[in-house]
């Protein structure tokens, strides 16, 4: 079975764009959530969706913003881009019920310049 | 702040030793905790998880135990081997969301 994919895996943009991510979960999985990883913040949680619903919301600012497609797929996006934006974001996949087993992808390496 | 933290931040051992890695939650009220390990350009992967109604379980060259009392738990990985050598984060489930530790280096030494 295909394990979760992110594109691009890498992406440079600068203060002020917007950008968006995209997360392919594992086949069967409903369940998709977002995490920003940085050296000084580590792991965070940013949303998670289910069944195209956002069930739960970390605590980042609007700009961030995610949606889930009848598929499963994920995007996020975050607009007004800072430089403090630039980190590592991980994309989760699990079957949503009451499994808590998540698995990650591999990222998408955002860097704002 | 972050719920869940790791007593150390780096750790180095030598090859075919057990090591330990140790993790305190604050959540007295969190009933899942799953281990990861993340190597360099990767991301996260499973290892092994337990429940709150258990304090010890057994994977393939890892056992993780939990301390309620103390809101403690460790992952004791057994023989290590230069493979292991990687990031390990702890985390806790709450509300479909986790929250992890900083994350504790693990070095092996040949």
């Known amino acids: 079975k295909a394990g979760v994919t992110q594109t691009p895996r890498y992406l440079i943009k600068t203060r002020g764009q917007q950008v968006t991510l995209s997360c392919s979960p594992i086949s069967g999985h409903r369940s998709v959530s977002w995490y920003q990883q940085t050296p000084g913040q580590g792991l965070q949680f940013l949303f998670e969706?289910?069944?195209?619903?956002?069930?739960n919301k970390g605590n980042f600012p609007g700009r961030f913003s995610g949606r889930q497609f009848s598929n499963s797929r994920s995007e996020m996006n975050v607009s007004t881009l800072e430089l403090g934006d630039s980190a590592l974001y991980l994309c989760?996949?699990?079957?949503?019920?009451?499994?808590?087993?998540?698995?990650f992808g591999p990222g998408t390496r955002l860097t704002v310049t | 702040g972050e719920s869940v933290g790791l007593h150390l931040p780096t750790l180095s051992v030598q090859e075919g030793d057990n090591s330990i890695i140790n993790c305190a939650y604050s959540?007295?009220?969190?009933?899942?905790f799953i281990w990861y390990k993340q190597e360099s350009g990767k991301g996260p992967q499973f290892i092994i998880d337990?429940?709150?109604?258990?304090d010890k379980r057994q994977g393939q060259r890892v056992t993780v135990l939990l301390n309620k009392t103390v809101k403690h738990l460790s992952l004791q990985i057994a023989a290590t081997q230069p493979g292991d050598s990687a990031v390990y984060f702890c985390?806790?489930?709450?509300?479909?969301?986790?929250?992890f530790g900083a994350g504790t280096t693990v070095t092996v030494r040949a």
């Open positions: 337990i429940r709150s109604n258990m």
């Open positions: 989760a996949s699990s079957t949503g019920g009451t499994a808590y087993e998540q698995y």
């Open positions: 969706y289910f069944s195209e619903t956002q069930r």
């Open positions: 985390a806790e489930v709450n509300d479909y969301k986790l929250s």
């Open positions: 959540n007295s009220a969190s009933d899942y």
